[in-house]
Structure formats: C-alpha cells, structure tokens
C-alpha cells in the first residue's frame, strides 16, 4: 500500500510540475528531436525538467531552489552511473572507466556553475563544517583567487592548481559538486598523471563524449527554468562565486532578489576565449561500445507522457 501510495503522491507532483511548467512559457525544444532515438531523449529531458521543479512548483524561495538544485544534481549522477561507459583503446583492447575514490589529478582544473548551484553548495558547506574548518576553507578560497587571479587569460583557462575544496583527495562539497566535475572522467590513469604533471602542455584525456552530451541534455531544462523564474542563470568561475557565497550570509536573499550578487564571479572575456576553442584541450572520445541507445527507465518512476504542449 505504501508504494502505492508513494507512486501516487509522484504522480500528482509530476502533474502539477507540468502544469506549472506550461503556465512559465516552458516548452520542448524543437532541436532535440533531430536525435537518432528522440522518445528517450525527451523522457530524460523532461524528467530532469520535472525533477528540478517539483519543489519550485509550489513557491520560489531559497529552500525549494536548494533542493531543485539536489535533486536535478542527483539524476544527473544516477544517469551518468547507469550509462554504458565500456571503449576501446587505439589497440582495440578494451578499457573502463579508470576514476577513483582519492584520485584528484583532475581537481587541478579550471571549473564553472551556475548561481544556484553555488548557493546550494555554500548551504550545505555552513551546514557540514565546524566554524574553525570553514574559516579554513575560506582561507584556502581566498589564497586561490589571489593566485589564479594573477595568471594572464589563456593560463586561466587550465591554472594547474588544487581546488581548495579537495581535502586529503576527497572533496567536501561532493554532494554538491558542479555538474563539470560530476561529468569529468578518464579512460587512463597514467594520462591524467601525465597532465597533472605538465600541465602547460595538451596532454590528450581519452573520455567518453556521450556522458558530456548527456550533462548537456540534462542541464538545459534546469537552465531554461531558472531563466523563466526570471532569476539569472550566468556561468561563474566556481571558487569565486562560491567564495562570495560563503563570505555573504544574505547573498540567497539578493540573487532572490534580482541582485547581481556574483558580476564579479562572472568572467566573460574568459568564457568568450573558452568558447572560441574548437578543440577542448586535454579531451578526446574514444570509440565506446554500447551507446547506440542510452535509457533511464525505472520501474518505480512515472514516465512522462509526451505532450504537444511541451
């Protein structure tokens, strides 16, 4: 009876979720139907649309945003982890996912998110650590803007320096990650060593290119929201905009309140330079196995029935 109960109470938040979705002017973009398989390409899309605004449904404050933000974050990892991730070397041997728990070569890079995001990972950093570690990590924060903040623009792009929020390799916002760092991946160990060793050079990261396809697909709904609440939806330099966060107890307050809380976190000229690379340093696919046809069906879950009006 409990589950039935529980699949009936999903059901009427997914409904109301769509309600309001249609009300905001959300709609289904047209662009995504030129995909090989487009039936599962709007259930994955419009769940992560759902999952994210079920609790923005009812009323638009920080706590609700907080647990959009968690909730989108987390389906966003359970997709990744249920995707097929198996390749082939140049060889044709086969070869896995090679990232594991205390491996931070890769927390050296540059990475970006977005202002909701970056409150919810200050929520919960006040939330999990001692006053004393917190001032800490601010410290940290402050020591890595003042370093990167010297690198000319191309070094800033790949600044080679450890996120203060990597403690002994484990990260203290890992909950709460952005969703760069919950994408980022490698097929081979000794190339992120490599890389981490040198990192002026472009050392080739052999990855996967769906699961970036696939943060993207997911990530879209959540930004086309946010822009519809009329909230701003800029991406920021992740340690600065955190940092203003952290330092600011009422910055959920202003960015509710249209404040440009995080201009300074928001780097265009860098942005423009990062999108005028047509090739991403340090990336390139792999030939994968098994991704012809990627699907997040669950049992337990409600499928989104497709929908003119989205």
């Not at 487009?38 to 009812?58: G, K, N, R, W």
């Not at 928001?266 to 340093?281: D, I």
Request: hydrophobic content about 35%.
């Amino acid at each position: 009876m409990g589950k039935k109960n529980n699949k009936v109470n999903r059901t009427r938040e997914t409904n109301k979720a769509l309600d309001g979705l249609r009300r905001l002017g959300f709609a289904y973009p047209a662009h995504l139907d030129e995909f090989d398989d487009p039936d599962t390409v709007f259930e994955i899309y419009m769940h992560s649309a759902v999952t994210f605004f079920v609790p923005l449904s009812s009323e638009v404050n920080d706590t609700n945003l907080r647990t959009g933000i968690r909730e989108a974050g987390n389906f966003l990892s359970y997709s990744l982890e249920t995707h097929p991730v198996i390749a082939r070397n140049p060889d044709n041997s086969l070869c896995s996912i090679a990232c594991k728990r205390g491996c931070s070569y890769c927390c050296t890079l540059r990475v970006t998110t977005r202002p909701a995001n970056v409150l919810a990972m200050a929520f919960y950093l006040r939330k999990k650590l001692s006053p004393e570690s917190l001032v800490q990590l601010i410290a940290r924060m402050d020591e890595y803007v003042e370093t990167t903040g010297r690198l000319d623009l191309e070094k800033k792009l790949r600044p080679g320096i450890m996120c203060p929020l990597n403690v002994e390799g484990d990260c203290l916002g890992y909950e709460y990650r952005p969703n760069g760092c919950r994408t980022h991946h490698s097929f081979s160990l000794q190339q992120c060593i490599k890389a981490n060793e040198s990192p002026d050079d472009d050392v080739l990261i052999p990855q996967d290119q769906n699961r970036y396809s696939i943060q993207e697909l997911l990530s879209e709904p959540v930004s086309v929201i946010t822009v519809l609440l009329g909230l701003n939806n800029d991406e920021l330099e992740f340690i600065p905009a955190l940092l203003i966060a952290l330092k600011d107890p009422d910055a959920s307050a202003k960015y509710l309140a249209h404040e440009p809380v995080f201009e300074k976190a928001h780097n265009s000229e860098l942005l423009n330079l990062q999108r005028q690379a047509r090739k991403r340093p340090g990336f390139t696919p792999l030939p994968v196995i098994g991704l012809d046809h990627w699907n997040s069906e669950d049992e337990d879950e409600d499928e989104i029935e497709d929908d003119d009006d989205l």
